[in-house]
């Protein structure tokens, strides 16, 4: 079974702070990604990465950045933290040939930004 | 307007009943799928359809390419099938999702 696994389940962190969220799969999956979930929004792509060291912008990046030097670690940084960046976050992958098929989720982080 | 639309948003129904919910959307795609999210948060993949209808125990997803529109059935529904549900399409072409807002399901005993 994949696993993807996010490092927190709940973070609380202050205004103007630097954030790392982390996620790491064991599938090998070349396709990783970060979305944020807000009430009433749905799930949001943040950013995508299709392999490594390549990411492309999802749908609402303003106020973060990722990094992706190992194939398995896909990390979403929240450059100076904003309340208006509260929010569950969750990661999920998939592998290359796989495009038709479901991603793999992990638990999600739930941020607080006070 | 959303590219994809689910619902009802809340839905509250008694143990054993019939649950459908429902998903319409406004592009054209190469794969529609059905997700779990427990309250704990994680999402789990239910269904990835393309065409015609799937079953999975007591879970029944359908798909009507033409009138771009998807139902999940529940039958003989229980209260841990409470959860919310959410609708994602694949566009041809492109590697990501697109988002319904989800249908919170409770189920009463």
């Known amino acids: 079974d994949v696993k993807v696994t996010q490092s927190s389940r709940y973070l609380v962190k202050r205004t103007g702070e630097k954030v790392f969220l982390e996620c790491v799969q064991d599938?090998?999956?070349?396709?990783m990604f970060w979305y944020r979930q807000d009430p009433g929004l749905g799930l949001r792509l943040i950013y995508f990465?299709?392999?490594?060291?390549?990411?492309e912008k999802g749908d609402i990046p303003e106020g973060y950045s990722v990094s992706r030097e190992k194939k398995e670690r896909f990390s979403l940084i929240l450059e100076s933290a904003s309340t208006n960046q509260t929010s569950m976050y969750l990661c999920?992958?998939?592998?290359?040939?796989?495009?038709?098929?479901?991603?793999?989720f992990g638990d999600g982080t739930r941020l607080s930004i006070l | 307007k959303n590219e994809v639309e689910q619902s009802p948003q809340n839905l509250t129904a008694q143990e054993g009943e019939f649950i459908t919910i429902n998903c319409s959307y406004s592009?054209?795609?190469?794969?529609l799928h059905w997700l779990q999210q427990h309250p704990g948060g994680g999402i789990v993949s239910l269904f990835m359809?393309?065409?015609g209808k799937k079953k999975h125990g007591r879970l029944i997803a359908t798909i009507n390419i033409q009138e771009k529109h998807s139902s999940l059935h529940i039958t003989a529904s229980h209260p841990r099938d409470s959860a919310v549900y959410i609708c994602?399409?694949?566009?041809?072409?492109?590697?990501?999702?697109?988002f319904g807002t989800g249908t919170r399901l409770t189920i009463i005993p």
């Open positions: 990465s299709y392999d490594v060291k390549m990411k």
């Open positions: 599938m090998d999956h070349e396709n």
């Open positions: 994602a399409v694949r566009r041809f072409g492109n590697e990501k999702l697109t």
């Open positions: 999920a992958s998939r592998g290359w040939e796989q495009r038709n098929q479901p991603q793999h």
């Open positions: 592009v054209g795609i190469s794969a």
């Open positions: 359809l393309s065409s």
